[in-house]
């Protein structure tokens, strides 16, 4: 039997760049939660004794603090640096994006609208950057209050929908002379959603890894059952039935955003060892 | 009896403007009809001695040529002036707007793309102030089979309607990484329905000014009427009729976009004649 990765799945570049950055930087700690994975962090912290800080000032001179990819606010980087912190950033490249956007739109006197949680650390990390200041929104109804100038500038937190940002863009372009429009939504989730859709096609057996309550592992599975009827929605490899795999020439592999590579080759593993 | 013009009506502002650069320019041609009013441009001809001349090369050195309203090709303009024509622009300034915008976008390598009708005089103006060139569409369908780069500039012809400029924008903002989007419409006819509104519901007879046939003025004739019962649609004064003015104490007035001020000037005289 052949075992297909999707071509996307599991987690993000930014997300897989972020731990490769902290199993090769031994002996330091993030600040903050390195990603949303506290199995993953677990792990890290036991391998590779990566710690976890969460107030910024408990680092002292001559430590390493690495940048979680949600990235930092502007001040508490320099304050790092100022410190004699070693800093080494594991901002997905994603984010470091609309951070260097919000800087030059602000500085270029454009009114810097982004749409995301204002209390997400990404967001607090964006806004940051905006030199003259970045009002944040999270629906079309916060707008109405609101007056800016006649250049704008808008920005979105990387997670969020396409069609709930259009709905903040078709907003405010009427509205204002100029509306600059950043897409600065990563799409990841997406191409994670299409590469199930081709490879649940060509395949008789389809396990989709990730926990029960993940809202787009579950996506993904349901993209994938309407495909192949021989679809299975697992956490780990304790989970694999070897029947499964009885008379199936072609087995596809994929994972929720939230699963970690190694979970997924442990199952790969087990699944190999039941049909042989 | 108050006779009282609406906030906003008739020519529009760059109508008028252009209208009095030709008034001040008598021995002078206009290259392509200055606006969209045959009667008005034979006015300009018999009293003011502003011809109309098709091709621009008929012009001869010491020549006066006025620029329309609705611009000029970049290169028309630039032979012009190299063949020692004086030329007078009379380009209403809305659309020498987009004609920077189109320009300095091209020379930023934006891909432009422009939202108009190809063959109206002012879209063939604002294209070809796209140094590096520029696609004109009328609908998204015609943007399913085109490939851009990341950084689109996003212009629209100044007549166009707002909500087929959105679609256009939804379209490319979620698929492009920058979608810088101009907003160029004119929104002159938006005024005159407003003022029009704001009128018709303090006057207690309505007078409305343009063609019969004219889509515009119909549409301030519905306003006016929804708020005053006695609204009156005329195409000029030899339609008044003095009845409608008996025991009225506040008359408005108004007009399509197509009328010239002196048929608005001889409605009033003959309303003040006919309640005298």
New interface residues.
């Given amino acids: 039997m052949k075992i297909e990765l999707a071509e996307n799945y599991g987690f993000c570049f930014g997300v897989k760049r972020a731990i490769k950055i902290a199993e090769e930087n031994t002996n330091a700690a993030t600040y903050g939660p390195l990603i949303h994975n506290s199995k993953e962090i677990a792990r890290l912290d036991k391998d590779f004794k990566v710690g976890l800080v969460e107030d910024f000032q408990t680092f002292k001179p001559g430590d390493k603090a690495i940048v979680r990819t949600h990235g930092i606010v502007k001040d508490e980087l320099a304050q790092l640096k100022e410190n004699g912190i070693e800093v080494v950033d594991a901002t997905c490249p994603f984010v470091t994006k609309p951070q260097e956007i919000a800087q030059e739109m602000s500085e270029k006197g454009y009114d810097v609208v982004i749409f995301g949680d204002e209390s997400h650390p990404e967001i607090k990390g964006v806004k940051s950057y905006a030199t003259h200041g970045a009002t944040v929104v999270t629906s079309v109804e916060e707008l109405h209050d609101l007056k800016f100038h006649e250049r704008i500038a808008l920005i979105a937190q990387t997670t969020r929908k ?1 069609e709930d ?2 709905e903040i ?2 907003y405010l ?2 509205r ?8 600065t939504i990563c799409n990841a989730t997406f191409e994670n959603q299409e590469a199930v859709r081709k490879l649940s096609k060509k395949a008789d057996v389809m396990i989709i890894i990730g926990g029960k309550n993940s809202s787009n592992t579950k996506q993904l599975f349901n993209i994938s059952y309407e495909n192949c009827p021989n679809s299975y929605h697992i956490e780990d490899e304790n989970e694999l039935e070897s029947e499964w795999f009885l008379n199936k020439k072609h087995c596809g592999v994929t994972a929720g955003a939230s699963t970690p590579d190694w979970i997924i080759q442990n199952v790969i593993n087990s699944i190999e060892k039941s049909i042989n």
């Fill in positions: 396409v940002y259009m863009a078709n372009i009427p204002h002379k100029e509306v600059r429009i950043f897409n």
